[in-house]
């Protein structure tokens, strides 16, 4: 099994990668906060990774940080109806302390606005992991991800997210013009450009 993958990038989208190791080119689904820590095409990267084994074939799932790797393993293994490409929705929608967040307080519309999630889905995310997320809360740590970047550093995308929030947008819809300024741009745009981009201009 799979746990973690070293090599060089030589594909990137907003949620899958190529990486190249030993001659071998891996390719992994990531969520788009990896996504927009990756650096560029031809550098060395470095992921945790989450390998799945299915009757039809199996997938990598990489993760910048531990506890968003934890966090998507919680959602595969004990919410039924949530699969690894929804629970890779997830946490391309949702920032990990916003949905932790969410979770602890039983908001339901809010998990509700994630791709693929219905209400029902959605309070069975509250009911199955509410306890859980308030253990995992407590004690996680985050390890050493992307040489190009710390996993506590600032990116494009945060930055951007905190200059909208400045300019009066709520957190949740900052995140969401940003997610959506990712999809558009790629994970290499600036923070001034996402920011432009989630305003329009």
Do not use: W
């Not at 470095?46 to 940080?65: C, K, N, S, T």
């Not at 699969?83 to 946490?91: E, F, R, S, V």
């Amino acid at each position: 099994m799979i746990v973690s993958l070293r090599g060089k990038l030589i594909e990137a989208g907003v949620l899958r990668v190529v990486i190249e190791s030993s001659g071998v080119g891996y390719e992994v689904n990531v969520p788009v906060t990896t996504a927009e820590r990756l650096p560029k095409l031809g550098a060395e990267v470095f992921l945790l990774i989450h390998h799945v084994f299915r009757e039809d074939g199996q997938a990598l799932y990489g993760f910048a940080v531990a506890e968003e790797r934890e966090f998507f393993k919680l959602l595969v293994e004990k919410v039924s109806g949530v699969g690894p490409k929804m629970a890779l929705n997830i946490l391309s929608r949702l920032a990990l302390p916003i949905l932790r967040d969410a979770i602890l307080r039983g908001d339901v519309a809010l998990l509700s606005q994630c791709p693929g999630i219905g209400k029902k889905t959605a309070e069975r995310l509250v009911m199955e992991l509410k306890d859980k997320v308030g253990l995992e809360g407590a004690s996680v740590t985050v390890v050493s991800s992307l040489p190009s970047a710390n996993a506590l550093a600032p990116t494009p995308a945060s930055d951007a997210m905190a200059a909208l929030v400045a300019l009066g947008f709520k957190p949740v819809d900052a995140e969401k013009g940003v997610r959506t300024a990712l999809t558009k741009l790629g994970a290499g745009a600036s923070a001034d450009q996402l920011v432009k981009a989630a305003l329009g201009r």
